[in-house]
């Protein structure tokens, strides 16, 4: 079965900072996507960023980027310049396209603060 | 604008009774999707629904139901079979190789 780890339940950052966020998963499909998703406390669920397994380049979407390994299976989020609006729970999630179910798997979510 | 919307945002039933929580969407997206949000949780898929009239049960499908009889509308009802009903829920619509569109969720209250 899929699984998505999220190994800190919260992380801290102060302003203008760098903050990574760890996500792994596990998964033996080869055809896959793999996402970022914020919640702010308003509770809607925001696209950050997504990567496609078969690429190879990091994804990037201004401050935010990902390093992805796809070996370690290990997709990680870094948050550049963290600014007050960036507090938020995040969730890494993954989505294999190979099987006939279309499903979302999420992480258990990291909280992040940010401190002024 | 296009989007998802989920009605209402807050929702409160006594124990026994079934309660569906709309979902709309005009994004066009062929598939549609129902999650519960529990604290300390990330998102479990309900149902989805991949084309008008067919659906398929997520992992924690019992006590809930839902019906597709238009692409734009997954409605979800919780009835008074599922043991904990209260929570988040989430509804959700995507295309093929396109990251899914969020609600901005339902918070259901049984007491």
């Known amino acids: 079965a899929q699984t998505v780890t999220q190994s800190q339940p919260e992380m801290s950052v102060q302003e203008a900072e760098t903050v990574t966020l760890s996500c792994t998963y596990d998964?033996?499909?080869?055809?896959?996507?793999l996402f970022w998703y914020k919640q702010p406390p308003s509770r809607q669920m925001i696209l950050v960023i997504r990567q496609e397994a078969y690429k190879q380049q990091n994804a990037t979407e201004n401050r935010f980027s990902v390093n992805f390994q796809k070996a370690a299976k290990s997709f990680s989020l870094k948050i550049s310049d963290s600014q007050l609006g960036d507090a938020a729970m995040y969730f890494c999630?993954?989505?294999?396209?190979?099987?006939?179910?279309?499903?979302?798997?999420f992480g258990k979510g990291t909280k992040l603060s940010v401190k002024p | 604008d296009g989007g998802i919307t989920q009605s209402p945002k807050y929702l409160f039933r006594k124990e026994g009774q079934n309660v569906t929580l709309s979902c709309e969407q005009n994004?066009?997206?062929?598939?549609m999707y129902w999650y519960r949000q529990d604290p300390g949780q990330g998102l479990r898929l309900i149902y989805y629904s991949q084309i008008v009239n067919d659906f398929q049960k997520g992992d924690i499908a019992e006590g809930y139901s839902v019906s597709r009889e238009k692409k734009e509308s997954f409605p979800l009802t919780v009835t008074s079979a599922q043991k904990n009903p209260t929570a988040f829920y989430l509804c959700?619509?995507?295309?093929?190789?396109?990251?899914?569109?969020f609600g901005n969720g339902t918070r259901l209250t049984v007491t």
């Open positions: 994004l066009n997206h062929d598939a």
């Open positions: 999630a993954e989505w294999n396209y190979g099987g006939s179910q279309g499903n979302l798997i």
């Open positions: 959700a619509a995507g295309g093929d190789y396109s990251p899914l569109h």
């Open positions: 998964t033996s499909e080869s055809d896959y996507y």
